[in-house]
Structures are given as structure tokens and as C-alpha cells.
Nanobody, 115 residues
């Protein structure tokens, strides 16, 4: 059972990246899915989440209008489309899956926004 993130990298301010989080060993559609991030020297913070069932979305204020979370149950994958990236978005991004007492974290993918 694991979550594997991909899609991170180095991007210039104003650029875009799309992160993917693929689930292996469990059915992602049952799970409440979230993206978190952690910058150096800071606590991990919630970026966006999507419920199971009705796919209700929510976002942290600092990414509203710039980031979009989505899921593709057929591919057992959750995405985070990040647009208009800023240097302060630099962090390791983690996906998280929760269902009943089951909680899984991915290993993280580094996003660096710099000119």
C-alpha cells in the first residue's frame, strides 16, 4: 500500500506544474484526499482537499484561484494543478489519503519556484 507523488521540479515565478499522486494497493475513490506542503523550517500545512463521493473541494486561502485539486478514479490518481506559482510556494508537496482508520502519506515531491 503506497502513495507515489510525481511532477515536482524547478519552475520560474508565474509558471505552472501539475503534481500527481498515484495510489497502489488500495482504492483511492473511497478516500478523502489532500495535498499538504512543507517548506524548510516550517510546519506542514494543508493546501487543498477533495472529499470522496461528491468530490467537494476546498483550498487554503494562499492558493485559492491558483491551484486546482482533482481526482481520476479510473487511474486511481489525484492531481494538483498549480498555476501562477510564486517563490513562496517552494516546498515539498505531500499527498494524504484518509478513510476510516486508514491514513497514508506519500514520500513527497519537491517544488522549487525560482528565477
Amino acid at each position: 500500500v503506497q502513495l507515489v507523488e510525481s511532477g515536482g521540479g524547478l519552475v520560474q515565478p508565474g509558471g505552472s506544474l501539475k503534481l500527481s499522486c498515484a495510489a497502489a494497493g488500495f482504492t483511492l475513490s473511497r478516500y478523502y484526499m489532500s495535498w499538504y506542503r512543507q517548506a524548510p523550517g516550517k510546519s506542514r500545512e494543508l493546501v487543498a482537499d477533495i472529499t470522496s463521493g461528491d468530490d467537494t473541494l476546498s483550498y487554503a486561502d494562499f492558493v485559492k484561484g491558483r491551484f486546482t485539486i482533482s481526482r481520476d478514479n479510473a487511474k486511481n490518481t489525484v492531481y494538483l494543478q498549480m498555476n501562477s506559482l510564486k517563490p513562496e510556494d517552494t516546498a515539498v508537496y505531500y499527498c494524504n489519503a484518509v478513510w476510516l482508520n486508514n491514513v497514508y502519506w506519500g514520500q513527497g515531491t519537491q517544488v522549487t519556484v525560482s528565477s
